[in-house]
């Protein structure tokens, strides 16, 4: 049974730049959020899918925004890199409502982001 | 005033020791409580869910307060496996999509 994946592992930009990140969920799994985590933090939530909507956003600019496909599996796109968005992007899954525990997350292994 | 608050630590402790993790939440309305275990560069993965009536899972204890709106998790005779940062984390009320809010992290470091 895979667990959540993510591509790439670690992408370098320079400022300026747009970036594309990809998540795939767990198998059984049809909701989808992502995180940023800067060194030293707790990650931090950006936003989630379901059913191809975004159903929550957290506080970040309009540079971030996603996308949730017909298998689940979702992209987070940044715009305009900034110095600030270098971190880990995460990427967790959680099963569909109805079965125990709806509201535990699995996260992928993550893609680190470097903005020169 | 944060939603989820720890102590950063590190807590510094020796193989064998007992080790007690505290964590605050903001929010009354909260719903579920979680901790998370994150090795250093790795994602954070689940260790347990925390119960209002507490839960024990091997040599882990999660207790939740809800008057006093704290979490706390108790390590039993630590191992030098168990260095790593524990993650507080809360979901707070969203009407049915959960997001979760994370505390900054505990660094433990256990030492022969």
């Known amino acids: 049974d895979a667990g959540v994946t993510q591509s790439p592992t670690h992408l370098i930009k320079t400022r300026g730049q747009q970036v594309t990140l990809r998540c795939s969920p767990k198998?059984?799994?049809?909701?989808v959020s992502w995180y940023q985590q800067a060194l030293g933090q707790g990650p931090q939530f950006i936003f989630q899918?379901?059913?191809?909507?975004?159903?929550q956003r957290g506080n970040f600019p309009d540079r971030f925004s996603g996308h949730q496909f017909p298998n689940y599996s979702s992209e987070l796109n940044v715009n305009a890199l900034l110095l600030g968005d270098s971190a880990l992007y995460l990427c967790?899954?959680?099963?569909?409502?109805?079965?125990?525990?709806?509201?535990?997350?699995?996260f992928g292994p993550g893609t680190r982001l470097t903005v020169l | 005033r944060k939603e989820v608050e720890q102590d950063p630590g590190p807590f510094n402790v020796p193989e064998g020791a007992t080790v007690a993790f505290n964590c605050t939440y903001s929010?009354?309305?909260?719903?579920?409580f979680f901790w998370y275990r994150q090795d250093c560069r790795k994602e954070p993965k689940l260790l347990m869910s925390?119960?209002?009536s507490g839960n024990e899972d091997g040599r882990f204890t999660a207790q939740l307060n809800r008057a006093s709106q704290y979490i706390s998790l108790l390590i039993r005779d630590s191992k030098l496996s168990d260095s790593a940062t524990y993650l507080c984390v809360v979901v707070p009320p969203q009407g049915g999509f959960q997001k979760l809010v994370f505390g900054t992290g505990t660094r433990l470091l256990v030492s022969p």
């Open positions: 925390v119960y209002s």
């Open positions: 929010n009354s309305a909260s719903q579920s």
């Open positions: 198998s059984g799994h049809d909701t």
């Open positions: 967790a899954s959680s099963p569909p409502p109805g079965v125990p525990r709806p509201d535990t997350q699995y």
């Open positions: 899918y379901y059913e191809e909507e975004e159903r």
